[in-house]
């Protein structure tokens, strides 16, 4: 028992270094900051934004943007408020324009009840940060051609389109990490066969399985069910790759005398592996999860941009994407409706940085190397 106080020791040091790692690094600290914001904005997307996921109003359609005024008609600063607006078609052109009504303002409330929701998916509650009172309508973004809030939607895009990163880790992660220490620490013939079967996975073309798989799903599905099998099939296709890194370092560990002693001490093989080999390869895979987020949510997001990830009416910063590109006239006029595409951007930036900023933290020769 006293051999491994040392152990935990250099672990607490360590942890304290990652962190100062990244906290003393510019970029890594704004990009954790960033996607800090990002995820608690997620998860509070229903008391942040003015309007439910369930809402759309088929009469603004295609809204533009809601003008907020800060001047009364003195240019005298007053309190927030916007003005009704309402769709006509135009005399000369005959399309439909919105049309400001100036006869009643309407002030932008804070923490004003709206849609009810449950907040965390536990409390009931129906405030919201801001609104306005019917039948006027607050769109920050403007609206889409079902008449929902971009603005919204874009924070209930970021729940699957964030969270789904984090979902296809929970399973792509154990399944590479236990198959490639197995693998590694077993060796010879099981270790080859292991092997070739984890390279045929490799070798399947990723954009090509999952254009197929999701083709094929029943269109009854619901958006849950869609987004669960999403995970599963990214998840199916990322735990080869992990796997065969891992063997690769679990053949160097099972040498070490540590773990010789441990077998001779009468472990069994599988509780060798758990207990001392794949805690070895902690570094890596703190930096592999960070630099593999980015990629279920870019493999996400491309599945909805083409039509075949989750499904309208649920948003999802892909298939916002996707339904702006369907209307490129209406981007000429808002082209804030490419947000989401900004957003993607920004997130795989910011997780990517971290990566970085961690492979240097944890393996110095690469720090010192550059």
Same mark, same amino acid.
């Given at each position: &028992?006293?051999?491994?106080?040392?152990?935990?020791?250099?672990?607490?040091?360590?942890?304290?270094?990652?962190?100062?790692?990244?906290?003393?690094?510019?970029?890594?600290?704004?990009?954790?900051?960033?996607?800090?914001?990002?995820?608690?904005?997620?998860?509070?997307?229903?008391?942040?934004?003015?309007?439910? &996921?369930?809402?759309?109003?088929?009469?603004?359609?295609?809204?533009?943007?809601?003008?907020?005024?800060?001047?009364?008609?003195?240019?005298?600063?007053?309190?927030?408020?916007?003005?009704?607006?309402?769709?006509?078609?135009?005399? !000369?052109?005959?399309?439909?324009?919105?049309?400001?009504?100036?006869?009643?303002?309407?002030?932008?409330?804070?923490?004003?009840?709206?849609?009810?929701?449950?907040?965390?998916?536990?409390?009931?509650?129906?405030?919201?940060?801001?609104?306005?009172?019917?039948?006027?309508?607050?769109?920050?973004?403007?609206?889409?051609?079902?008449?929902?809030? $971009?603005?919204?939607?874009?924070?209930?895009?970021?729940?699957?389109?964030?969270?789904?990163?984090?979902?296809?880790?929970?399973?792509?992660?154990?399944?590479?990490?236990?198959?490639?220490?197995?693998?590694?620490?077993?060796?010879?013939?099981?270790?080859?066969?292991?092997?070739?079967?984890?390279?045929?996975?490799?070798?399947?073309?990723?954009?090509?399985?999952?254009?197929?798989?999701?083709?094929?799903?029943?269109?009854? &599905?619901?958006?849950?069910?869609?987004?669960?099998?999403?995970?599963?099939?990214?998840?199916?296709?990322?735990?080869?790759?992990?796997?065969?890194?891992?063997?690769?370092?679990?053949?160097?560990?099972?040498?070490?005398?540590?773990?010789?002693?441990?077998?001779?001490?009468?472990?069994?093989?599988?509780?060798?592996?758990?207990?001392? !080999?794949?805690?070895?390869?902690?570094?890596?895979?703190?930096?592999?999860?960070?630099?593999?987020?980015?990629?279920?949510?870019?493999?996400?997001?491309?599945?909805?941009?083409?039509?075949?990830?989750?499904?309208?009416?649920?948003?999802?910063?892909?298939?916002?994407?996707?339904?702006?590109?369907?209307?490129? $006239?209406?981007?000429?006029?808002?082209?804030?409706?490419?947000?989401?595409?900004?957003?993607?951007?920004?997130?795989?930036?910011?997780? $990517?940085?971290?990566?970085? !900023?961690?492979?240097? !933290?944890?393996?110095?020769?690469?720090?010192?190397?550059?």
């Amino acid at each position: &028992m006293a051999a491994q106080a040392p152990a935990l020791a250099s672990t607490k040091v360590s942890r304290r270094t990652v962190f100062k790692g990244l906290w003393k690094d510019n970029v890594a600290r704004a990009a954790l900051i960033v996607l800090a914001c990002f995820y608690a904005a997620a998860a509070l997307a229903d008391l942040i934004t003015p309007y439910g &996921m369930e809402f759309n109003d088929a009469a603004y359609g295609n809204a533009p943007a809601t003008l907020i005024h800060i001047q009364d008609e003195k240019g005298n600063l007053t309190a927030p408020y916007v003005f009704h607006m309402q769709q006509e078609n135009d005399p !000369v052109t005959y399309k439909q324009i919105f049309v400001i009504l100036p006869d009643t303002k309407y002030p932008i409330k804070l923490f004003c009840k709206g849609d009810p929701y449950k907040l965390l998916g536990l409390i009931p509650m129906d405030l919201h940060l801001f609104g306005v009172d019917a039948p006027a309508r607050i769109f920050l973004l403007g609206a889409d051609m079902n008449g929902r809030d $971009n603005f919204s939607r874009l924070f209930f895009g970021a729940q699957k389109s964030l969270t789904i990163g984090f979902l296809g880790l929970l399973i792509a992660f154990p399944i590479g990490i236990i198959y490639g220490g197995i693998s590694g620490y077993l060796g010879g013939l099981a270790d080859n066969f292991m092997m070739r079967f984890a390279e045929a996975i490799m070798s399947i073309p990723s954009l090509y399985l999952l254009i197929g798989l999701a083709a094929i799903l029943p269109l009854g &599905m619901s958006s849950s069910q869609r987004f669960a099998l999403i995970t599963v099939i990214l998840s199916f296709i990322s735990w080869a790759s992990l796997a065969r890194v891992i063997r690769g370092m679990v053949l160097s560990i099972r040498e070490e005398e540590f773990v010789q002693a441990a077998k001779s001490l009468g472990m069994t093989d599988f509780q060798n592996i758990i207990k001392h !080999v794949i805690p070895q390869t902690s570094s890596y895979l703190i930096i592999a999860a960070t630099l593999q987020v980015p990629n279920f949510i870019l493999a996400e997001s491309g599945l909805s941009l083409i039509g075949l990830g989750i499904q309208q009416p649920d948003a999802s910063w892909g298939n916002m994407l996707k339904a702006a590109l369907d209307q490129p $006239n209406e981007l000429v006029n808002q082209p804030w409706l490419l947000a989401p595409g900004f957003l993607i951007f920004v997130t795989i930036l910011c997780f $990517n940085c971290v990566g970085d !900023v961690l492979r240097d !933290v944890l393996d110095p020769k690469l720090a010192g190397g550059r």
